[in-house]
Every structure is written in C-alpha cells, then in structure tokens.
C-alpha cells in the first residue's frame, strides 16, 4: 500500500478483529472527508501523523492476532508519539494483564483489565444489571482534556464490553461511568487519550470526540 498523502494519514490498525467500516466512516465523517486509512500494514502505521486502535473480541485473541501481524511495536511506538486513540478492546489492550483469558497486555498504562463483578450488578432501584454492559450510559468527565471539548459532562455514549480498566495511576483516569460499579471509562497520558466506549456509534458526542482527536495537538 502507497504512503499517500506523506504522514499526514490517520490511520486506524487492522489487526483483524472487528468490523472497522464503522470507526473508519465516522472518523471520515469527523475528519470531513481527510486521508483516513485501515491498515495492517506495520509501515502504514509507523508513517501515520496520528493512529487510532479500535477492536472488538476476546483479550487473548486480540494480543495474539496483534503479535502475528507484526503490529505490536508499531502500535507500542506510536503510543509513544503520536496523537493516539484507543476504543474499547483497544483501550484494554494498553494495560499490563487482562482477567479475560490471563492474558497479558502491552503494559503501557499500569494496572489491570478486570471483569464486572457478578455481586455488584445491581441498579439503584435493586434491579439485576445484565453483563455485558451494553447500551447509552453517562461518562463524568474526570479531568479536563482537548478531547472533552464542546462535550458535555456526563454525555451518554455507547457501551458493548464485559471487562472494564482498573489503572493502578488514578491520575490517568480522565473519564468514569457508573455500572454497578464505578469504573473508569477512559484514561489519558500524554498523547494518549482511551476510551471504553464507543465514539463511532455515539451519534452527536462520539462524533464531537474523534473531531477533537482529528485536530488534537499534544
């Protein structure tokens, strides 16, 4: 695949797990129609002026078919200078080990990937909460962050995950959402900004979320 566009591409990492054509759309979207690409090229990755790393599946499967491929120390270098934006599994995947499967991440954020916690599942009103954790729930804006612009605090976006991201640094939580539990739904550091949830099936918000990453400047 040709560099086109010089390292102006964003480019989404196809590791082969999940359906992209929904992140890819509504980043094109975002982006008004700018150079984005799906690739599970290493060179592709390694060129990009900024990278987003989505993915849906099992943890173990995810780690694996990202070693295969040859991506793991692009995706590991790029977290470490580029804009970069991690969605659901791809938000997992940062931290050191995963209950999911004992499966081991790539240790770039400290802490752990754990499992909801079947005696917590409960509503306010007592009901059973269902897991997966699936559907609109709020995200409280932690901190302040370029990519929380013009979002609303407590803005609904969209879940599908039975595993949630427990960092050992606190200080890297920058947004929460409340499931029973209280887990942390998206952390940032540097250039890096992962979220839980996700943004490309979050109408108005998400959409607001991957127009700021477009234009983020870290």
């Known amino acids: 695949m040709a560099l086109s566009g010089g390292n102006r591409m964003i480019v989404i990492v196809d590791y082969g797990m999940g359906n992209l054509r929904s ?3 509504a980043l094109m979207r975002a982006a008004g129609g700018g150079n984005v690409v799906v690739t599970s090229d290493p060179a592709v990755v390694a060129n990009a002026e900024r990278v987003v790393f989505p993915g849906q599946g099992a943890m173990p499967d995810c780690m694996r078919e990202l070693d295969e491929r040859g991506l793991r120390q692009p995706v ?75 979002i609303e605090n407590g803005a609904r976006f969209y879940f599908v995950h039975s595993y949630y991201a427990d960092p050992a640094d606190r200080a890297s939580a920058a947004g929460m959402t409340d499931y029973g539990v209280l887990f942390t739904s998206a952390v940032a550091r540097d250039n890096i900004f992962a979220i839980q949830c996700h943004p490309e099936k979050s109408a108005r918000a998400g959409l607001a979320l991957l127009s700021n990453f477009i234009h983020w400047r870290p």
């Open 23 to 25: 992140v890819e759309q």
């Open 76 to 150: 590991i270098d790029a977290a470490k200078n580029k804009p970069f934006l991690g969605i659901c599994i791809g938000q997992q995947m940062l931290f050191e080990h995963s209950e999911e499967g004992n499966a081991r991440g790539l240790g770039l954020f400290p802490g752990k990937v754990r499992r909801f916690p079947r005696e917590k599942m409960r509503a306010p009103d007592g009901g059973k909460l269902k897991v997966p954790h699936m559907g609109w729930n709020r995200v409280a804006q932690a901190i302040s962050h370029p990519l929380w612009e013009g």
